[in-house]
């Protein structure tokens, strides 16, 4: 492999810069040095030299200020330290521009007459996939086939000047196909280019010309589908088209004959209208996806989602769009203006009350998936805002600490309306993977925020008994267990207690929210009808082995990886499992937060120390011990349910109802019921 080439570009400018300057005046220096010289009648060899180095500097001024725009024009370029840029040449199979014009002139001729004549084969496409990433190549041939003819020989590679029963069928046009990936990827490479190495200033514009006629459409599509774009390239190319949509809004009242259409005979080429042919550059072009949803004049986001009409699944394609834009940045670094994660979070907030709209729902009906995967990223988001009950505007938590329930830094947070929320989730989780993907993460969410306080709880409590043991400095270890279990108690109800019982209680609100817009039957009826029920119980089943997760941003894998061990190992037939109580999804909800506040309570010490035992402990009765067939801890913590025999659970459910348990246990166990009143009262019916 070539080594990487290093360049810092300001100080390379800089050299050739002054090696232009120097190149034009050291021969005149020597001339005058020269003339001086011979009238002093001095013999002196050497300022001739200066025009001979003079000419060798210009000489070299094309190589270096090509190998700075190659650089730059390279979109995996890597920053260094210093201002230097890295980056691998060995791509660049053209040195200079002019050795890319001439393989471009060659290859475009090739080409050209290929598919003129239907005879376009698999090495001409090999051959011009080998440039795919050669800026001087990119630009020459670009330049060489202009977009009026680019498009017209894009539409010629699937044979539309041919008798429609001549046109290849789509298993037939792998050559084709390849051969338009790899004009997107050259158009993306070229869009990069700087100095020399770049397209005219007007390309996008005549890359638009007559895009309502169906052939330049598809071709569009095409080119803007599989390249990296440059970003100022590709948002001023996707403005123009939403300008052409504005001006040209699509009719898809209209007939569409399938054999004027372009592409394989066989198969529709989708939504053809101006913004179809953007939408998949957007959902690969996240930055630019955002810029252009955000734009204060075009206001774009609104038309696309509840204007525009959307032909064949296109409606999937903006919804990657969106959800692209949503997710691919959060932070809270920058402040508004210049962060993308700010601008995340205010797309989100849109998109939501967007949603909740049954007019853009009608519209979006194959968005349901990517709703689900943005209202998964901004949970703590979604479980703020179900607990309010304002008439909140969409906007964004600008607040140094979005999510004030948890530690550690958040990324800008997203506002939502408790009510519209509501109702784009119950028409999202019509699709069981947008249901199981926010269920999981609010699941994940819920662990951790219980764990967290759990631990504030177990800190106060060391705290405590480290003051009383110095207080009582000949206090029997008897003694201390004693006051340990009192402070334990004590504690539990007030202060880091009182924290706990109201985020169970919070927690639970968000979940019957969750659980009522999936509108989830009971189990008489989901074991006929409703596959989401029995997935949604061993959800609950599960959620106790979920890991907390670390402090800091809640995003990313750690939702996938939530949804993959709670749906990854469903068990089907497990209804004669099910426990008393849960048979419906709130019941099964509500065991869950018992369940997950115990185990999260465990893990901490809160129901005392097993090794004395105390009273709220498991170990403080023979049946519930090790070696005992109801034993259900291993290594000092809960089973989960969905992991425990007949016996541990019975023995389980029995520890968890015991009077002395309620020592401990009473006050977030009432808080997990309040939560579930709390939200029947405010949200019934909202979404159902």
Partial sequence: MTPPVGIDPALMTQLINGMKRASSTLPDIGLQVERALTTLGVALWGPAQLSTIGRQLHDQIPTLQGRLDLILATPDRRPGEDGVLWADESPWLSKSPSEGATAATALAARLRAQIASHSLDAESVAELERHKNDPFFAVAFLTLIPPRDLKSLIARAYSYDLPPGDRPLLYDTATQDRFLTMLSTLLGTASHGVGRTRLAADYADRLIEDIDHPQDAFAVKRLLQDGDFDHTFLLTLVRKLHDQDLAHPPDLSLPRDPWTLPGPRDISPGDLSPMGAALIALAHHPAVAQDFFTDPARKPLAYLMRTHPWLGDADADLGWAIQAATTEFRDHDLPPGGSRGYKSALIASWAVRF?????????????????????????????????????????????????????????????????????????????????????????????????????????????????????????????????????????????????????????????????????????????????????????????????????????????????????????????????????????????????????????????????????????????????????????GEIKPWDEMNADQRESYDEWLHLNETGRVFDRPDAAIEIGFDKATDYHAGSGS
């Fill in 355 to 635: 949603w909740s709209d049954p007019k853009v729902q009608t519209n979006l009906p194959s968005t349901r998936p990517h709703l689900g995967t943005i209202l998964s990223q901004y949970i703590g988001d979604v479980h703020r805002d179900a607990q309010s009950f304002t008439d909140k505007r969409p906007g964004v938590e600008t607040s140094a600490n979005a999510d004030k329930n948890l530690l550690g830094g958040d990324p800008y947070g997203a506002k939502f309306n408790a009510k519209d929320m509501k109702q784009a989730m119950a028409w999202a989780f019509e699709d069981d993977d947008a249901f199981r993907k926010v269920t999981a993460a609010h699941g994940l969410y819920a662990a951790r925020m219980l764990d967290e306080l759990a631990a504030k709880i177990e800190a106060e409590v060391e705290a405590d008994v480290t003051a009383w043991r110095q207080s009582h400095p000949g206090a029997t270890r008897q003694q201390l267990d004693a006051a340990r279990q009192d402070i334990l108690e004590e504690r539990m109800s007030r202060s880091g207690g009182a924290e706990f019982a109201r985020a169970a209680r919070g927690l639970s609100a968000t979940t019957w929210m969750i659980t009522d817009a999936a509108n989830i039957s009971g189990i008489e009826k989901a074991k006929a009808e409703d596959a989401r029920f029995s997935a949604f119980r061993e959800m609950t089943e599960a959620v106790v082995g979920l890991a907390p997760g670390p402090p800091g941003k809640f995003i990313g894998l750690l939702v996938d990886t939530a949804k993959g061990e709670l749906f990854g190992k469903i068990k089907p037939g497990r209804e004669k499992q099910a426990r008393l109580n849960a048979d419906d999804a709130l019941g099964a909800a509500k065991h869950m937060f018992s369940d997950l506040t115990a185990a999260t309570m465990m893990r901490h010490g809160l129901f005392g120390d097993g090794s004395v035992p105390a009273r709220t402990h498991p170990y403080r009765h023979k049946d519930f011990s090790p070696g005992a067939a109801g034993h259900f801890l291993v290594n």
